[in-house]
């Protein structure tokens, strides 16, 4: 899937390859005060919703996400989503969750949650722009004390 960015570059949406794994470490450390190691990166390798975006030939951003049986009524879940700091604004994360909420679709999946950190207002507003809404927070989710709230969108 290619799209283009608002300023007209071109970003492809891929799934991810074990040589994208050091760039993809890199734009987590720059972007989360706990970030994931590099080894739960490399297990989700092969799974259809771990993508990045691409441009040229850098990765400048991620979306890690899967589907859960829940009973006849399967579950999406973005685990974790980042773009590079320098791109952040560009189109890139939208053209992530786009990509990513088609694969959970085609996956089965009627729903899909997420957890974002209250004081993300970037994240939050574009995950309202995807038709996400807030069901509730979770108090000191985080290592560090702060509350995620848990969002939910439809796929149906």
């Given at each position: 899937?290619?799209?283009?960015?608002p300023e007209g570059?071109?970003?492809?949406?891929r799934?991810?390859?074990?040589?994208?794994?050091?760039?993809?470490l890199?734009?987590?450390k720059?972007?989360?005060?706990?970030?994931?190691?590099?080894?739960?990166?490399?297990?989700?390798?092969?799974?259809?919703?771990?993508?990045?975006?691409?441009?040229?030939d850098?990765?400048?951003?991620?979306?890690?996400?899967d589907?859960?049986p829940?009973?006849?009524?399967?579950?999406g879940?973005?685990?974790?989503?980042a773009v590079?700091?320098?791109?952040?604004?560009?189109?890139?994360?939208?053209?992530?969750?786009?990509?990513?909420?088609?694969?959970?679709?085609a996956?089965?999946?009627?729903?899909?949650?997420?957890?974002?950190?209250?004081?993300n207002?970037?994240?939050?507003?574009?995950?309202r722009?995807?038709?996400?809404?807030?069901l509730?927070r979770?108090?000191?989710?985080?290592?560090?004390g702060e509350?995620?709230?848990i969002?939910?969108?439809?796929?149906?």
């Amino acid at each position: 899937m290619t799209v283009s960015a608002p300023e007209g570059d071109d970003v492809v949406v891929r799934q991810a390859e074990r040589a994208d794994l050091l760039a993809i470490l890199r734009i987590e450390k720059a972007s989360f005060p706990q970030p994931w190691p590099y080894d739960a990166f490399e297990g989700f390798l092969g799974e259809r919703g771990f993508l990045v975006a691409i441009e040229d030939d850098q990765v400048v951003g991620y979306v890690v996400s899967d589907v859960t049986p829940n009973h006849g009524r399967d579950i999406g879940h973005v685990k974790d989503i980042a773009v590079h700091p320098e791109r952040r604004g560009d189109g890139v994360g939208s053209a992530l969750l786009a990509h990513s909420l088609s694969v959970l679709a085609a996956q089965g999946a009627t729903s899909v949650k997420l957890e974002v950190r209250e004081g993300n207002a970037g994240a939050r507003r574009l995950y309202r722009d995807f038709g996400f809404e807030g069901l509730r927070r979770i108090p000191g989710y985080y290592d560090d004390g702060e509350d995620a709230i848990i969002m939910v969108r439809s796929l149906e």
